[in-house]
């Protein structure tokens, strides 16, 4: 497709957030909260189902109207303006097309609303369909569409509005996983054309990471990190940004003070900050490397395992340090390209490494395990982050 | 429990055919009795018409001015079917998706109107029509039934069955609610609107009571009222009130052949009328 053609402006408006709150009686669905969405940002908000995440978007539409605070869309205070006066449109997660409308009809039904001379709007319509590949399904209704065309209507109907800017509530969560791949791109190609700010809503981590050019991530109401995808995967602020992006999800171990002034847990005792008493390690699976039974030095039984590992994503710089513990191999699962490898630890947790397809491990093995530990993390009892690598501070005979 | 057999298929077929039996035998002895002498309705004899005597019908519907009466109820089904349409569908959205002070409480004190009998309220309707001297004009007629609870109750049970991301992605298109009622809710309710187009059509047509109390000139009845008028005080013409009868049920019929669907779609609601 190719929206830029349509002749849109090419300018979005920021959206700001101040103090916002909502609350439905006593459920509070949004914390208070600032946030700003940039000029022409795509930004993705991500958390599991009921973190409050579409009642935001709602928010920024003007479908819902805040309990407190200010939402502001470019230059404008909007949180009393009606959704329509927004200069805002939306792609619902259902598509919400009209029904009993033709594709034609429900292209212009914002314009037609809008008293849009029939010349202008039968030309602004005919470009978003051409843009978008929807001119021989004009006469159709939707009920006899397929999912994707579907969602390139819905798509159409906010493009044809060229409003300051767009909201997605979910919109790819009812196609195939091809075409959500496929549209997902598309997305991604409208906003690098059109540069209009777009807020993007998803509960898939790997959708917000992939098309975000900032996710904020939300978990009971509650904002929790907003950044790059970068910094949301490799410096997550708490416990739950760590847990919720990544898949596998993250490796943990809890941690607790011991006698000797150590974070200890499991095989693991670590020089950990002065402040917590309980605390816990993280560490992404790509971050653990797993040295295969014949690759170690030695039999499971016995001695340290000093190997020539074969290291999951590690960057070769050797700051992998074998055999930081043994485990014993629960499960492989070969995906191609890598296999991630099921452990039955370290200690009472079970982790997951990935691993390059080439190591040679079978359920049963014993291994050495080792742990990047400058790119692990450490997070407090209150599940905030601790700043600073963990470093061992004596290793633990598993 | 599967009653895949002959005997139980026999036994259902056999139930509906007793059933069907039941509720026609009123319409054939109706239709039997619209073809018999007057003499002979009293004979004791046979239920059959000796000799069918067609003539019944003209003379019967010449016998009064039925032409005039069959256009009075159609003027007052129409009207009233139409005013119910309008008054349930507009206050049915207001009910399901407008928030408005109150509203919830407003419905149930319009819910439980329905639970007081119709006869308590001719009485108060009659005096208030007297008043506004319009006895035996169209707007009396029609005037008090234009509003129907059990049609506000349809229409805002269906109103809310359409999904609300409809009304949403019209709001932020830029609509109010009049136009998301015009352009999206109301064309998405026509099966709702129907059925209680046709209900109300029906309950009008058949309506002998009302109109029976607020029209006095013969150009002023309806059908129904024309056919109790061969009713007297001396004199019952049997078979010409059949054939006036069997006259006034034909549209009717005729109706419910072409909009089955949703006669059984209200029907289906009937539990709360």
């Known amino acids: 497709?190719?929206?830029?053609?349509?002749?849109?402006?090419?300018?979005?408006?920021?959206?700001?957030?101040?103090?916002?709150?909502?609350?439905?009686?006593?459920?509070?669905?949004?914390?208070?909260?600032?946030?700003?969405?940039?000029?022409?940002?795509?930004?993705?908000?991500?958390?599991?189902?009921?973190?409050?995440?579409?009642?935001?978007?709602?928010?920024?539409?003007?479908?819902?109207?805040?309990?407190?605070?200010?939402?502001?869309?470019?230059?404008?205070?909007?949180?009393?303006?009606?959704?329509?006066?927004?200069?805002?449109?939306?792609?619902?997660?259902?598509?919400?097309?009209?029904?009993?409308?033709?594709?034609?009809?429900?292209?212009?039904?914002?314009?037609?609303?809008?008293?849009?001379?029939?010349?202008?709007?039968?030309?602004?319509?005919?470009?978003?369909?051409?843009?978008?590949?929807?001119?021989?399904?004009?006469?159709?209704?939707?009920?006899?569409?397929?999912?994707?065309?579907?969602?390139?209507?819905?798509?159409?109907?906010?493009?044809?509005?060229?409003?300051?800017?767009?909201?997605?509530?979910?919109?790819?969560?009812?196609?195939?996983?091809?075409?959500?791949?496929?549209?997902?791109?598309?997305?991604?190609?409208?906003?690098?054309?059109?540069?209009?700010?777009?807020?993007?809503?998803?509960?898939?981590?790997?959708?917000?990471?992939?098309?975000?050019?900032?996710?904020?991530?939300?978990?009971?109401?509650?904002?929790?990190?907003?950044?790059?995808?970068?910094?949301?995967?490799?410096?997550?602020?708490?416990?739950?940004?760590?847990?919720?992006?990544?898949?596998?999800?993250?490796?943990?171990?809890?941690?607790?003070?011991?006698?000797?002034?150590?974070?200890?847990?499991?095989?693991?005792?670590?020089?950990?900050?002065?402040?917590?008493?309980?605390?816990?390690?993280?560490?992404?699976?790509?971050?653990?490397?797993?040295?295969?039974?014949?690759?170690?030095?030695?039999?499971?039984?016995?001695?340290?395992?000093?190997?020539?590992?074969?290291?999951?994503?590690?960057?070769?710089?050797?700051?992998?340090?074998?055999?930081?513990?043994?485990?014993?191999?629960?499960?492989?699962?070969?995906?191609?390209?890598?296999?991630?490898?099921?452990?039955?630890?370290?200690?009472?947790?079970?982790?997951?490494?990935?691993?390059?397809?080439?190591?040679?491990?079978?359920?049963?093995?014993?291994?050495?395990?080792s742990v990047a530990w400058e790119r692990s993390h450490l997070f407090g009892a209150d599940g905030r982050r601790e700043e600073g690598v963990p470093r061992p501070a004596g290793r633990q005979v598993s | 429990m599967a009653d895949h057999g002959i005997a139980p298929r026999m036994a259902r077929g056999l139930l509906l055919a007793g059933a069907c039996l039941v509720m026609a035998s009123p319409f054939l002895w109706m239709g039997l009795t619209s073809l018999m002498g007057q003499l002979e309705v009293f004979s004791g004899g046979s239920m059959l018409p000796r000799v069918p005597r067609w003539s019944n019908y003209p003379e019967a519907l010449t016998a009064q001015p039925f032409a005039r009466y069959f256009l009075n109820s159609l003027v007052f089904a129409t009207a009233v079917a139409a005013g119910q349409v309008a008054t349930s569908a507009t206050a049915g959205y207001a009910f399901a998706r407008i928030d408005f002070p109150g509203r919830n409480g407003l419905f149930m004190l319009f819910l439980s109107t329905m639970m007081v009998p119709a006869v308590v309220v001719l009485i108060p309707r009659f005096l208030v029509i007297d008043a506004l001297d319009w006895i035996d004009t169209y707007q009396g007629l029609i005037s008090t039934e234009l509003v129907s609870v059990w049609g506000i109750f349809l229409m805002r049970q269906y109103f809310r069955t359409v999904p609300r991301e409809l009304e949403d992605a019209a709001r932020v298109d830029g609509a109010g609610h009049l136009r998301i009622f015009w352009s999206v809710g109301l064309p998405l309710a026509k099966p709702a609107v129907a059925t209680l187009a046709l209900f109300a059509f029906v309950d009008a047509w058949k309506n002998l009571l009302w109109p029976l109390l607020v029209t006095r000139s013969m150009e002023m009845r309806v059908v129904e009222v024309g056919i109790a008028a061969f009713h007297s005080t001396y004199e019952i013409n049997w078979p010409y009130q059949m054939a006036a009868g069997v006259a006034a049920v034909l549209p009717i019929a005729l109706l419910f052949l072409f909009t089955q669907r949703y006669f059984v779609r209200g029907i289906q609601l009937e539990g709360i009328r």
């Open chain 1, 1 to 369: 497709m190719s929206p830029g053609e349509v002749g849109l402006r090419t300018a979005g408006q920021g959206v700001v957030l101040r103090g916002v709150e909502k609350r439905f009686g006593d459920v509070v669905a949004v914390q208070p909260m600032d946030l700003e969405v940039r000029p022409g940002e795509l930004m993705v908000l991500v958390g599991p189902s009921g973190c409050g995440k579409s009642t935001l978007l709602r928010l920024i539409a003007g479908l819902e109207t805040p309990t407190s605070g200010e939402v502001w869309i470019g230059e404008r205070r909007v949180d009393e303006v009606e959704p329509g006066a927004r200069d805002v449109a939306m792609v619902f997660q259902s598509y919400a097309l009209y029904p009993h409308m033709t594709v034609a009809r429900n292209l212009g039904f914002g314009l037609r609303v809008r008293g849009t001379p029939r010349p202008e709007l039968e030309r602004r319509v005919a470009e978003t369909a051409a843009a978008l590949e929807l001119g021989d399904l004009l006469e159709r209704k939707p009920g006899q569409l397929s999912g994707g065309q579907r969602q390139r209507v819905a798509l159409g109907r906010a493009m044809v509005r060229d409003p300051g800017v767009f909201l997605f509530d979910e919109p790819l969560s009812n196609l195939d996983a091809e075409l959500r791949l496929r549209t997902r791109d598309e997305i991604a190609a409208l906003h690098r054309r059109l540069g209009t700010t777009m807020v993007f809503v998803t509960h898939d981590q790997v959708e917000a990471l992939s098309l975000g050019q900032r996710v904020a991530v939300m978990d009971r109401g509650r904002l929790q990190q907003v950044g790059t995808p970068d910094e949301i995967y490799r410096r997550p602020h708490n416990l739950f940004v760590a847990g919720f992006v990544g898949s596998p999800p993250i490796n943990r171990m809890p941690l607790s003070r011991d006698g000797g002034g150590r974070l200890a847990g499991g095989p693991f005792a670590l020089a950990g900050p002065p402040g917590p008493d309980r605390a816990t390690l993280a560490v992404r699976p790509e971050d653990i490397a797993v040295a295969g039974p014949g690759e170690a030095d030695g039999d499971a039984s016995g001695g340290e395992a000093d190997s020539s590992a074969v290291w999951g994503s590690g960057d070769g710089s050797g700051s992998i340090r074998a055999g930081d513990f043994r485990s014993t191999v629960l499960r492989v699962e070969m995906l191609g390209s890598e296999q991630l490898v099921h452990l039955d630890g370290p200690g009472d947790a079970a982790w997951v490494a990935r691993a390059s397809p080439a190591l040679r491990v079978a359920p049963g093995d014993r291994v050495s395990v």
